[in-house]
């Protein structure tokens, strides 16, 4: 597979605006932001999508986002935010490395719009589906 960006600017081959970085993780200003203060946040380890980053890495990046999004909050003070975190080509996903988004939501017109369209969900289905995603979890025990 191709270097990402991403792997470029861990490696410090290109710049970034550098925000945060421990042993596993980065956090730098968004290139092209929603928002003031628009951050991504991505593990050091080299992963395509979500479901192939190592427990340690998750970890690592679900230690550190609370005090980043406090950090992007105060400094852009604002209270409301959306996290995006895209996994895919068809799921909006433009560089293949891990990254959370932490986008500001300043007022109705900045930051992250959200096209929803919901469904709902009746319990014969509900109940297949609960089941089947718990015996696949029960199966990729680390
Ligand atoms: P995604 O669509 O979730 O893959 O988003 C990729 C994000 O990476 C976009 O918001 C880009 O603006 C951002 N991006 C791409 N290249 C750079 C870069 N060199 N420095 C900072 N952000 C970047």
Not at 4 to 20: A, E
Not at 45 to 51: G, M, N, R, S, Y
Not at 84 to 94: D, E, I, K, P
Request: glycine content about 6%; some cysteine.
């Amino acid at each position: 597979m191709a270097e990402t960006i991403f792997k470029k600017i861990i490696d410090g081959k290109i710049p970034c605006h550098k925000v945060y970085e421990d042993d596993h993780v980065l956090a730098f200003l968004d290139i092209n932001p929603l928002s003031r203060g628009h951050t991504l946040v991505i593990p050091k380890e080299v992963a395509e999508t979500l479901d192939h980053l190592s427990d340690e890495s998750a970890a690592a990046l679900g230690r550190v986002m609370p005090r980043i999004c406090r950090a992007v909050m105060k400094v852009t003070g604002t209270s409301e935010y959306n996290i995006l975190q895209n996994n895919g080509r068809g799921a909006h996903q433009a560089v293949f490395h891990v990254h959370f988004h932490i986008i500001p939501k300043p007022s109705a017109s900045e930051g992250l719009e959200i096209g929803w369209p919901l469904g709902s969900l009746d319990s014969k289905t509900a109940e297949t589906v609960a089941q089947q995603v718990k015996q696949q979890i029960a199966a990729d025990r680390p």
